[in-house]
């Protein structure tokens, strides 16, 4: 991917806070109902933190009980890049910006329709960019 963005662990950690580095870039998690999009209703464009890229509409965002934002489907499917996590002794797909490789949480095969899928995201992770009325 030509448009791809690598900065060095210090670039990172001047452009995002102590948290958003610590989850977006070092693969850490938020506690479960603590994050700042867990509850939002807000219609929009949920964007990567670290690069600004288009990942996930409020449309397809919905309440999995979970504790985390949680969509059905990213906005594109390019935007988004997922891998084999088997750490914390568990199985799951790690889901990953494609753009700058910023871990945005996992994804799991339990989710509604249409798709079937629970994309489970770290709010430190994600920039809403409300939509404009």
């Known amino acids: 991917m030509s448009d791809k963005i690598e900065k060095t ?5 001047e452009q995002l806070t102590e948290e958003q580095f610590r989850v977006a870039r070092k693969k850490g998690t938020e506690p479960a109902f603590s994050g700042e ?5 807000t219609k929009g464009m949920y964007c990567c933190v670290c690069c600004g890229e288009a990942l996930y ?3 397809a965002k919905f309440d999995s009980g979970t504790g ?3 969509f059905f489907e990213a906005a594109k499917k390019e935007s988004l890049a997922t891998e084999g996590d088997t750490s914390h002794g568990m199985t799951r797909t790690e889901a990953m910006c494609s ?7 996992h994804v799991f095969p339990d989710g509604p329709a ?15 960019e409300p939509e404009q009325d």
Not at 114 to 128: F, Q, V, Y
């Open 114 to 128: 249409p798709t079937g899928t629970r994309h489970c995201i770290n709010s430190a992770s994600l920039k809403l």
């Open 99 to 105: 753009k700058c490789g910023a871990h945005l949480g």
């Open 37 to 41: 999009y867990c509850d939002t209703k």
């Open 57 to 59: 509409h409020s449309d």
């Open 68 to 70: 985390w934002p949680s």
């Open 9 to 13: 662990e210090d670039q990172w950690r």
